[in-house]
Each structure stands twice: as structure tokens, then as C-alpha cells.
């Protein structure tokens, strides 16, 4: 029985993920808020399709949040991390102890003791990590001024957990052994001697992950076994995880720091990998379990008391972080941004909750209350952000920081402005600027920006779609414009606003298939150029050379492959809304082009054979 409700409860949750989540993109919400909704569908007071053991699936779920930090570890080296600790000290220490402050002080003012009114300001200091970051990636904005300030800020309350869960006791009038710390082999022992354990184990992982876990990974991946080096991946996070909770660590920031270690290895991206489909997992399961953990009934009861307890908790944060940025000279819709996205209460407050009742710091009813609040906070971030997007700011606005965009560009007067500089506009630019032609590039990711100035481009960072960034980078004097941005939805973005303001100007648009170049072609670009199309016909031809045909009559073929496939692409465009229709004449054009090929390889005699074949079947 106990078997068969499990896989009920697992048909459950995939279920109510994989109808919420999709709707949710599709409205613009993100994934956070599909997860969040679909919890609450299920959950006890909506349909009751799961019970009360949503709060214990939360803890395991929580796992999430642990190997997303470890996947972030592995995509930041050590010398970035030292560049953002400025930010990570300064503004993620000021932060935490001016939030605690002010909810703290007015605590007090609504008659709570000073000791409840300081654990609670504690507990509302602390933002959703799993939220933030998972909004910030969905939006491509890990990279910037936004992305980088609420990270470190993050990081920050992650390491502080330590320090807040020594100083709960400390709050309690009663005698009672805390459970959070009953797995803890260090907490009986000397305060100096619980700092020498924890620093030998962040020691000791930072030595194993450079020195010897490399080599051993290489060792797996010389037998060739996926599913071993999966297993090993996962074996490595759940290894750090268990240590660093039983010294008493927070096993997220333990698991974070291994990342950052390993993220110079050679199987950085492996290992990545390997670990995503159960971190996606996870962190899904975490957003569905906050759903189905919120209490309604505590809400509909006293929807007034609760929405006021949300409201002066994202006022209150959203006010002290918006003074912060202005301190450190966030760019004001940077600011705006970083402030909204920070000011729910994070996952780890429900820990701290429970770890305050055991203590006698917080009563009961006034948790029930509070942890209410907390999950509608959580709830209406991405909402908050999804608002904010459709301010007079807006969402590209907030992704820009204009100290790096407009000042840094002076109008210039190339021929040629290329969008986007990954492998296909590095390649053509390369191409353009041996042939004598100018060219001023564009380019979104910060890191790449950096590393291609090394090799003596002169890449400018900024978001392309911006029409004031491309005046800035002189639109008014080019002739072809290259879009050849990874987002299709930036892609066409970007077509429309030169073809609006600048219809003069032609574009080359890079498309990834034919489908991507069908909706160019749509929007009414004329020059679409597929990237794998050439490369792959290319090949083809050399192994048509390989197998012993002439070099003439390989190079015929794949001409007449390349006319024929161009041909096609314009004939199926009419029909792509008609897929019955498209596949027929898919199907005739293809059987068309074998019939041209062999006719003109002089094979006609395979042809004849082939189709003897088809008749005898």
C-alpha cells in the first residue's frame, strides 16, 4: 500500500507540473509561479489530491535548492567570485543587518519582546534563494548589474544561516536541546574548536576538489560508463551536503563552495549536465511543495492581517534594498529590479519558524500566521517582476546597465553592425574584417565581451535589441545589419525595431532550423542563413569524396542539393500552417531531389532497382 501511494503521489505532482507550468510560460508568469499554482491545486485546500505531507516532502525537496547552488558554484570561477566580493560583504552584510533592524524595531512597536522581535527580524532578512536565482536564469539575467548584486547578496544570507542558528538559543527562555541540532557531531564541543572543525572540512574540500577529484573523474571517464560518472556527480553533492551538516553548516553554501572549485576542471560542463535533469526535478518539486504547504484556511480566514503582514514585509525589504542600491550605485532601474526581486522571505524560514517554536521564542498561532505570509510573499515575486517588466522601465531597460552600454559606445560609421558574437557571428566577423571590411559588434554576455577583447576584437556590451543602443553604435550609417542572437524571441525583436526605424537598412538573419527560418521569413526578412545547413551539405560532399566519387561531380551534387533544398524552403513556407498539406509535398520534394541525384550521378540503374523494390513489397 505504502508503494502504491507513493507512485500516486508522484502521479500527482508530475501531473499537476506538466499541465500548470507550460500555461504559465505560455501567460508570461515563468516557471516559478506554474509550480507555485499547481502546488496550491493540489494541495489540502483546494482539491486535497495531496494532504499534509507536502511539508515533509518540502524538506527532501529542499535538496533542489542544494544542487542548484552547486550548479551555479560550476559556472563561477574563483577570480569572479573575488571580483563580486565587494558586493557580497558590503551589500549582502549591510543588507542582513539593516533588514533585521527595521523589522526587528517595528516588531517591537506591535508588542513583541525584544527577543521575538530580533528572531523575527532574522527570519525576515532572509530572501527565497531557489526563486531568485531560478527567475534571474529564466531571464537571462545572472550576468547582469541586477543578477550579480542578488546573487551575492544570496550567498551572503546562505553563509549567515551559521551564525543566526547560534544565536536562536541564545533568544530561548526555555531549556530545550534545539533538533536542528541533533545531527551536529561538533555541537558539544568548544566554541573555538567547532570553528577549527568547520575550517578543516572548507579546507579539506577545497584541497580534494583540486587536487584530487580531476584525476579521479578522468579515471571514471576512461571507462566509458555514463552512468557511473552520473552516478558520481551525484555521489560528489550529496558527499559535501552530509559533511557540511555534520559539522553544522549550511549544506547548501558546502556544496556551492565545491562547485566554485570545480569550476576550472576539465569536467565542469559534465558534471553539470549530469546533475541538471535531477536539479530541474527538484526545484520543481520544491515550488509544488510551498504550494501545496500554504494554508489557506489561515489566509481566507484573516486575508486582511495576512496581506498587510505581506505587504509591510515587501515594503519594508523592497525600501531597505532600493537605499542599499542607491549606496552602491546600482543604475536606478537596476535597482528597482534588484529591490523587487529580494523582498519575499526565503524557503529557509520555515526551518527557522519550527527551530523558534522548540525554543519557545515564537508562539503558535503567531507561525501559523507568519509561515502563511511567508508562502504568499514567495508566491508574488515573480508576479511583482512580471509588473515590473511592464513598467516604463521595462524588462530590457532592467537588464542594461548603461554604464557599460551607451557611455562606453561612440557612434561610429562601419558598414556593418553584427548582433550577437557567439560561434556564427564570430566566425563572420573574423571573415568581414579580413576582407577589409569595418564592423562594430554587439554582444550580450559580459564574459564573452571580455575574453574576445583579448584576442583584439572590439566588442561592446549591450543588449541589441535596445534601438537606442544601436543608434548609439551608429544604425544611421550601416548598410547590413547581421542578427544573429541565440534568442529567436530577440531575434525578431531586433528585425522588427531596424525594419521599423530603419527599413533602408538590410538584414542578414541567422536562423538555427527551418522552422526558426520560416517565422524570420515571416516577419519579412529576405537574407536567411540556416547555420547548420552549409557546414552539413560541406560534409556530405567530402564523404561523397571519401567514397570514391569524382571531386567535380560531389561538388555538382551538392550545389544541386543546395538549389533544390532553396527551392523547397519557399514552396513549403506557403503551407506551413497546413501540416497535412506540407508533409505530402515535403515527402514529393524529397522523393524529387533522390530522383535528381541519382539521374545525376549516373546511377539510374539504382533508381530502377530501388523502385522494382518498393513494388515487390
Request: charged share 20%.
Amino acid at each position: 500500500m505504502g508503494e502504491s501511494s507513493f507512485f500516486i503521489q508522484a502521479l500527482i505532482y508530475l501531473t499537476s507540473a506538466i499541465i500548470m507550468v507550460p500555461i504559465a510560460n505560455r501567460l508570461g508568469l515563468g516557471s516559478v509561479l506554474g509550480y507555485l499554482i499547481a502546488g496550491i491545486v493540489i494541495g489540502p485546500f483546494v482539491f486535497g489530491f495531496v494532504g499534509t505531507e507536502g511539508k515533509d516532502m518540502l524538506h527532501f525537496a529542499e535538496f533542489g535548492v542544494v544542487m542548484m547552488l552547486f550548479a551555479i558554484g560550476l559556472e563561477l570561477e574563483l577570480d569572479l567570485l573575488l571580483r563580486l566580493k565587494f558586493w557580497l560583504l558590503g551589500l549582502g552584510g549591510l543588507q542582513l543587518v539593516l533588514t533585521t533592524i527595521v523589522a526587528a524595531f517595528f516588531s517591537f512597536l506591535l508588542g513583541f519582546s525584544w527577543k521575538s522581535s530580533l528572531a523575527l527580524g532574522l527570519i525576515l532578512s532572509l530572501s527565497s534563494t531557489a526563486i531568485v536565482l531560478q527567475t534571474l536564469k529564466e531571464k537571462g539575467l545572472m550576468k547582469s548589474i541586477s543578477g550579480q548584486a542578488s546573487f551575492s547578496v544570496l550567498l551572503f544570507q546562505d553563509m549567515a544561516v551559521i551564525p543566526i542558528l547560534a544565536i536562536f538559543p541564545m533568544l530561548s527562555e526555555v531549556d530545550i536541546v534545539p533538533a536542528a541540532n541533533h545531527h551536529s557531531l561538533v555541537e558539544n564541543l568548544p566554541g573555538y574548536l567547532k570553528t577549527f572543525v568547520v575550517l578543516s572540512v572548507v579546507i579539506g574540500i577545497i584541497l580534494v576538489g583540486k587536487y584530487l577529484l580531476s584525476p579521479f573523474f578522468r579515471l571514471l571517464a576512461k571507462s566509458g560508463n555514463r552512468e557511473i560518472f552520473t552516478g558520481a556527480s551525484l555521489l560528489l553533492v550529496i558527499a559535501i551536503s552530509v559533511l557540511m551538516g555534520a559539522v553544522g553548516v549550511s549544506a547548501a553554501l558546502g556544496t556551492f563552495l565545491g562547485g566554485v572549485v570545480l569550476a576550472s576542471s576539465e569536467f565542469r560542463h559534465e558534471l553539470e549536465s549530469n546533475i541538471e535533469p535531477f536539479k530541474g526535478l527538484l526545484l520543481g518539486l520544491f515550488f509544488l511543495s510551498v504550494g501545496a504547504s500554504m494554508d489557506l484556511p489561515v489566509v481566507m480566514e484573516n486575508p486582511t492581517k495576512v496581506l498587510e503582514i505581506v505587504f509591510g514585509i515587501i515594503f519594508l525589504k523592497a525600501f531597505v534594498l532600493f537605499i542599499l542600491g542607491l549606496i552602491f550605485r546600482l543604475p536606478l532601474n537596476q535597482n528597482l529590479y534588484f529591490s523587487l526581486a529580494l523582498c519575499q522571505v526565503g524557503e529557509f524560514s520555515f526551518v527557522l519558524f519550527g527551530y523558534s517554536e522548540n525554543l519557545g521564542i515564537l508562539e503558535g498561532d503567531t507561525i501559523i500566521v507568519l509561515v502563511a505570509a511567508v508562502a504568499v510573499s514567495m508566491a508574488l515575486t515573480p508576479v511583482l517582476l512580471l509588473l515590473y517588466e511592464k513598467t516604463i522601465f521595462g524588462f530590457l531597460e532592467s537588464k542594461t546597465p548603461k554604464k557599460q552600454t551607451e557611455q562606453d559606445i561612440h557612434k561610429q560609421e562601419n558598414p556593418v553592425i553584427i548582433c550577437g558574437f557567439g560561434k556564427f557571428g564570430n566566425m563572420l566577423g573574423r571573415f568581414l574584417r579580413s576582407n577589409g571590411i569595418g564592423i562594430t559588434i554587439l554582444d550580450f554576455d559580459a564574459d564573452r565581451v571580455e575574453m574576445l577583447g583579448r584576442f583584439g576584437f572590439k566588442v561592446y556590451f549591450g543588449d541589441a535589441t535596445r534601438l537606442e543602443l544601436l543608434e548609439s553604435a551608429g544604425l544611421e550609417h550601416a548598410k547590413v545589419v547581421v542578427a544573429a542572437l541565440d534568442s529567436p524571441e530577440k531575434q525578431a525583436e531586433l528585425i522588427r525595431n531596424v525594419t521599423l526605424h530603419y527599413p533602408n537598412i538590410k538584414i542578414v538573419a541567422r536562423a538555427g532550423d527551418r522552422e526558426e527560418a520560416y517565422e524570420l521569413k515571416e516577419i519579412g526578412v529576405k537574407y536567411i542563413y540556416r547555420e547548420t545547413r552549409e557546414t552539413a551539405v560541406l560534409m556530405g560532399r567530402d564523404v561523397l569524396r571519401l567514397l570514391g566519387t569524382r571531386s567535380y561531380t560531389a561538388e555538382k551534387a551538392r550545389n544541386l542539393f543546395l538549389k533544390h533544398d532553396d527551392e523547397t524552403f519557399h514552396e513549403l513556407f506557403d503551407l506551413r500552417k497546413d501540416r497535412v498539406q506540407y508533409m505530402s509535398l515535403a515527402k514529393q520534394r524529397n522523393a524529387e531531389l533522390e530522383r535528381l541525384m541519382f539521374v545525376d550521378l549516373g546511377q539510374e540503374e539504382e533508381l530502377e532497382r530501388d523502385s522494382w523494390s518498393e513494388m515487390e513489397r
